[in-house]
C-alpha cells in the first residue's frame, strides 16, 4: 500500500507522456509508438532500472491489448468502405500469409542457418502486419478508399492465422494431412462465432434501456472481449471473433454509436500506449546489440522478398495494377504484434527463442522508421494520393479546440417547455444554430416551421464565443417556453 502512490504517479505521469507524444510525433512525422517503445526502455534496466523480464505475464498482457486494439479497429471501421475490397483484404490475410511464411523461412534457414521449424517459426511471428499501426497511419495518408478498405481488413484478420501458426510451430505439433483442416476450422469458427456474438450484442443494446450513456460504450466492448473469450473456449480463433464481433457492432444501429466509437478510440489507444511501453520495458539494450544483424536480415527479406511476392500472388485473381501492388507491399506494415507473437516461443520454452524476440524488437524499430515516415511520399509518388479524396469526419475526435466550435446534444424530457416550440420561436444566440434532431430513431434538418416534441434529441453546433448564451437560451426555453425572456428567466 506504501507503493501505490508511486506506482499510479509513475503510470498516471507515463500516460501523460505518450499522450503528448502523439501530438510532437504527428507534427514530426514519427510513428507515436517509437516513442512509447523509447519510454519503456527510459523505465527499462538501462534507464531508471525497473526490472522486467516475465515472458508469460508479457505475452497475456499484450494479447489482452491486442482485442482492445482489434475491438476499436472493427468499432471505427465502416463497411461501406471494406465492402469493394473484402476479397482482396481476405486474400492479402491468408494466402499472403502462407506465402510469406514461406518465403520468409525458406530465406532465413538458407541466410542465418537456422532449422526449418524454427525459420518457420521466425517467418510466422513476422507474417502478421500491425493493426494499431495500420489503423492509425493509413486513415491519415489520404489514399483510395479500397487501398484502405484492403490494409485494414488484412491487419484485422491477419493476426489469426498467424497466431495459430506461430501456436502450432512453437509447441511442435506434428504436421499431417489434418493441420490445414485445424486452421481452417479454428478460422471459420472464429468468424462464426464473432459475426453470432456481434448480430446479438447489436440486438439487445438497441433493445436495452440502460440508466446511463456511459454503460451503452462499456457494454459493446464486453461483447467483443466476451467474443474473444467464446472463441478460445471453443478452440477457435478469438481474435478472428473480436474483430468479426466489433466491425458487426459498429455498423449496426447502435445507441450513441458515436459516444462507442469515441470511448473505444481512447482504450485503442490506452491499450497501444500500454503495450509498447511494456515491450519496451521488457527490452535488453545489451541484448538488442547482438541482434542487430539478424533483425536487419529478416527485415529486408520480409519488406523486399516475402511482401511483394505474397502481395503478387494473392492479389493475381483481382488484377491489381502494379502501383497498387507496390503500395500495398510497401504498407505492410509491422508493429507490437510480431513482438507479442515472439512472446509465445519465449514463454513455452522453445531453444534459441530469446534471439528471435531481439531480432524482431530490431526489426520492428528499423521498419517502422522506414516505412511509417515513407507511407504518404511512396502514395503520392505512385499516384495513389487524391487532393479532393473525401476524409470522414468523427465529430467525437475532431479538434473543436481548432475549430473553435462546440457540440451539445439535447435531449427534450417529459414535462419541458421546449415541447410544442417551433424553431423559429427557439431564437438561439448568433453563432448558434440547430443542426439535426432526432425524434423516434429517424433524424432529420429542422425547418423554421418544425416544432420540438418530448424525447427528441437535438445537436446545437455553437461557436465557443456562443456556448454559454446557447447553453442558457436552451435551459431557459426548457424551463419557461419560448417567452422566457419576458417572463424573467435567463437560464442561469
Known sequence: MAQLPVVLGVGAAV????????????????????????????????????????????????????????????????????????????????VAVGFSVAITGAALHWLLGLDWRMALLWGAVLGSTDSAAVFSVLRTVGIRKRLVGALELESGINDAPAYILVVVLAEGT??????????????LAGLAIGA???????WALRRAALPATGLYPLATVAMCVVAYASGQFAHASGLLATYVAALVLGNSRLPHRSDTQSFAEGMGWLAQIGLFVLLGLFASPQRLLDAVVPGLVAGAVVLLVARPLSVLASQLPFRVPWREQAFLSWAGLRGAVPIVLAMIPLATGVPDAERLVDA?????????????????????????????????????????????????????QAGSRLHGVYLRELRLPRGASLSLIVRDGSSFTPQPT?????????????????????????????????????????GR
Open 360 to 412: 524482431v524488437f530490431v526489426l520492428v524499430i528499423v521498419l517502422t522508421l522506414v516505412q511509417g515516415t515513407t507511407l504518404a511520399p511512396v502514395a503520392k509518388r505512385l499516384g495513389l494520393t487524391k487532393e479532393t479524396e473525401p476524409q470522414e469526419i468523427e465529430v467525437d475526435a475532431a479538434a473543436l479546440d481548432e475549430l473553435d466550435a462546440a457540440l451539445l446534444q439535447v435531449r427534450i
Open 174 to 187: 506434428r504436421a499431417d494431412w489434418t493441420l490445414p483442416l485445424l486452421v481452417l476450422y479454428e478460422l
Open 450 to 490: 418544425s416544432r420540438l416534441q418530448d424525447g427528441d434529441q437535438l445537436l446545437v453546433v455553437a461557436t465557443e464565443a456562443a456556448l454559454e448564451a446557447t447553453e442558457r437560451r436552451l435551459r431557459a426555453v426548457d424551463r419557461a417556453g419560448p417567452l422566457a425572456r419576458w417572463r424573467g428567466e435567463t
Open 196 to 202: 453470432a456474438l456481434g448480430w446479438a450484442g447489436g
Open 15 to 94: 500516460l501523460l507522456a505518450a499522450v503528448l507524444a502523439v501530438r510532437l510525433s504527428t507534427r514530426a512525422g514519427l510513428p507515436s509508438l517509437l516513442i512509447y517503445l523509447g519510454l519503456g526502455v527510459l523505465l527499462g534496466e538501462a534507464g531508471f532500472g525497473i526490472q522486467f523480464s516475465d515472458a508469460s505475464l508479457t505475452q497475456s498482457l499484450g494479447l489482452a491489448a491486442l482485442v482492445l486494439i482489434l475491438a476499436e479497429g472493427g468499432l471505427t471501421t465502416r463497411w461501406s468502405a471494406v465492402k469493394p475490397a473484402l476479397w482482396q483484404g481476405i486474400a492479402l490475410s491468408t
